[in-house]
């Protein structure tokens, strides 16, 4: 479709583009905006631009931020030996949100995935092992060595074959390697969880 | 229509909106077939362990007039997440599906090929697949689909007189062709070795031992054949090459 559409067939097409988005629902939000206000289609237009312009990866943990280095990895509070890495933005905002962990992430943006043919070199993955190598080569001065990496990766094959990769890379370079662990959730019932689960969770028992 | 309790193996989870799953499932007496799980994504207690490979009960419905069934609850009775011994096991467990997933046809039942890939993907908690049992598995599949190459008669003239100096193996002719029949150009070189490898292989014959040319032969023999049915390349062989790409620069 060139650009010489009319105003709406193209908004439809480019709404389309989106993932989840099909044609009907794209329809359906073209015509909500040319119902609304036209602060609606203002505010929604700027935020696009905004996020493009503004926003980029933290050179250092590779979340998304208008800075650099983000709040996370500038907060000094934060403990710089104890680092999580996780799969997504939105997996840190859920380990970050419970306030249990402060120290700091890494983001990989997404995680090994066979059926996707996505490989250690999709991911950030180097810049994963280079900020463990600057930070022990910087460890001499005042800066602190990573002391742990832990894993916080979704428990399915695709997190299971990131974890394994990287706690096989990672090992020789110093840190502790960890994993979160899986098993029963808090508040739930034994009679409901499934066997998987409950092997796993027996697996990693602990002492009380 | 009634929900019907099925064994079955996930092929594919993909996310849909907020909360579903469109999931892809093998059954042994539905074949393969798609169905949306609503809440899939919040709800662990009716889809407990359903990840990609996992084996379990699966409670479907048919929705009538749709091609996408209703997957009501699935409760995975192994699960290869955290018992992959190594990133080759996921890699191997991911190759195993995507074979199974786009050669077979849609609802057309195959109990044998559930048996296969069950025991394959249990097989897989003990470490990757040796070579052998992965030919014996591709072999064994396109057998099961009425697509196994031709390895003991020529392809092209049913001549048994095999293991010439010319024989090839021309996966648009349907396997192995003699001297006679092959040509230069034709298929892929497949020395008498890399022949009895691969009847071995699909036999499941572990006794005799194959010199690393034939087993490579045999390989490319069989990729080339899968390739040819599939008509493109699969995304769990360019994994299987990134890793080892990443890991030969390490």
Known sequence: MGTGADPITRLIHELGKLPGIGERTATRLAFHVMRAPESLAQGLAQALLDVKAKVRLCSSCMNLTEDDPCALCADARRDPGLLCVVATPADLLAVDRGGAFRGRYHVLHGVLSPLEGIGPDDLRIGDLVRRLRDAEAASGGTAQPIREVILALSPNVEGEATALYLARLLRPLGPRVTRIASGVPIGGELEYVDQVTIARALEARREV | ????????????????????????????????????????????????????????????????????????????????????????????????????????????????????????????????????????FELTLLGFLGMAPALERCAGCGSEWLDGPAQRFDAARGGVVCGQCGGAAMGLPLPPEARRYLVAARGGERGEQFERAAIEAGRDAVLSALHAHLGRPLKSLEFIAKVGRARQAE
């Open chain 2, 1 to 136: 229509m009634v929900a019907e309790r099925t064994r079955a193996i996930v092929l594919r989870v993909v996310h849909f909106g907020e909360a579903d799953c469109v999931v892809t499932l093998l059954s042994p007496g539905r074949g393969k077939l798609a169905g949306v799980a609503r809440g899939a994504r919040v709800s662990r207690k009716r889809f407990a362990g359903m990840g990609l490979g996992a084996v379990g009960d699966a409670q479907v419905k048919e929705r009538r007039g749709q091609e996408l069934w209703s997957l009501e609850s699935f409760e995975a009775t192994r699960s290869l997440a955290g018992a992959a011994a190594d990133v080759a096991a996921a890699a191997h467990c991911g190759y195993l599906i995507e074979l199974a997933r786009e050669l077979l046809p849609a609802h057309e039942p195959e109990p044998g090929v559930f048996a296969l890939l069950e025991t394959a993907l249990a097989a897989l908690e003990d470490g990757p697949l040796p070579v052998l049992s992965l030919r014996r």
